[in-house]
């Protein structure tokens, strides 16, 4: 089933991040537009939970789509695109150095079993391979995946939104006392969660009513408020595994783009997402179709250029030319042909190989 205007939803998320890696307005006050990149991923995690809910949940629940089945099309639908950037990615690095670098092969591991992360907070297994820094959300993504299967199987609906909260808290205080990848998925788990809600309550056509917004509102809540009390009590105002070899600019000050701040920014960015999003919704979305309905001509390769972008734009550069502006644009058409050939022709020859 496509949905147009989730199709442009995730088409404008993804152009978003590629526009917030080129550093547009950097030192102006344009850069509050356009450096608020992790937003959009936020927002990939609701459109993708709701769009879960309502392609799998039904068939799921009766018993129609059994787990296999279930994995072969997530599998199918992340894992080859996934392994052509790991390869671009360490091509890219490569091809930067001047030389062939050496393969960390752990890095590797946890990226192709996806639990990577960004070295921002504790508990950080491993970064995103070869600098790929957007893979990180990836691995969150994939594990959801995961846990809606039995939840979608085996819990009656009317308890499903409490589990997902017990989930969540799980995560959050098995986390503050042992950081690690795994309680951090969780504690993400609520906020994909919320799209599922959503898919469910547009299902039922009724996207507004009071019992769905008394439980993102107070699932949020106690998110935001609980991130906001382990920030209180941390100790460390340096970053835990804080390095300052790697981060020799580092101030040791607190930092918006690290733990436990990061955490408070993502549960934000959800409630003004939601927000803004139920409000519009609430006024028939007008005007969506002349502007953001534009960017579904790029929902069929937004996964693609969201993991190919940033090794192709910003880490490899084109030597032969010495204009920036040339060289950015060789590296979008290459970037945006690439795309269209894996996740569009590779991905199509795969889903029948997969069927």
């Known amino acids: ?50 769009v879960i809910h309502v392609s799998n949940h039904h068939v799921i629940h ?8 279930y994995f072969i099309k997530r599998f199918r639908r992340i894992y080859p695109v996934l392994l052509v950037s790991l390869l671009i990615s360490y091509l890219a690095l490569c091809l930067s150095e001047m030389k062939w670098v050496g393969l960390n092969g752990f890095e590797l591991f946890v990226n192709i079993i996806n639990l990577q992360d960004l070295d921002r907070h504790p508990g950080c297994w491993e970064e995103a391979f ?28 009317k308890f499903q939104r409490y589990l997902a909260i017990s989930i969540f808290l799980f995560g959050f205080l098995s986390f503050w006392i042992l950081p690690n990848q795994v309680s951090i998925i969780f504690e993400y788990f609520i906020i994909w969660w919320i799209g599922v809600e959503l ?17 993102i509102y107070s699932s949020l809540g106690v998110l935001i408020g609980l991130q906001f009390l382990r920030l209180l009590l941390y100790k460390e105002r ?7 070899y790697k981060y020799p600019d580092y101030s040791g000050k607190w930092d918006i783009a690290y733990y436990p701040l ?12 939601l927000t803004v999003g139920l409000i519009w919704y609430k006024l028939k979305l007008w005007g969506f179709k002349h502007s953001i309905g534009y960017f579904s001509f790029f929902a069929p390769i937004s996964y693609s250029i969201y993991v190919f972008h940033y090794p192709l734009v910003m ?4 030597p032969i030319f010495d204009s920036l502006a040339m060289q950015y644009s060789v590296c979008l058409i290459v970037l945006f042909l690439l795309c269209y050939l894996v996740e569009v022709k590779l991905q199509h020859r795969i889903n029948l190989i997969l069927r």
């Open 62 to 69: 009766e018993g129609k789509l059994s787990f296999k089945k």
């Open 238 to 244: 340096l970053y835990p595994s804080f390095n300052p």
């Open 315 to 318: 880490r490899y550069k084109f």
């Open 262 to 273: 990061i955490n408070i920014l993502h549960s934000g960015y959800a409630i003004f997402l």
């Open 199 to 215: 898919g469910k309550a547009w299902k039922e056509k009724h996207l507004l009513n009071k019992q769905l917004l008394i439980y």
């Open 130 to 157: 070869a600098g790929n820094t957007p893979l990180w959300s990836l691995s969150y993504e994939w594990w959801f995946y995961m846990m809606f299967f039995p939840i979608a199987r085996y819990v009656p609906m």
């Open 1 to 50: 089933m496509k949905l147009n205007k989730i199709e442009a939803l995730r088409g404008i998320a993804a152009l978003y991040v590629l526009i917030h890696h080129f550093n547009i307005g950097e030192g102006t006050w344009v850069k509050y537009f356009t450096q608020q990149g992790q937003m959009a991923v936020i927002l990939f995690f609701l459109v993708s939970g709701f």
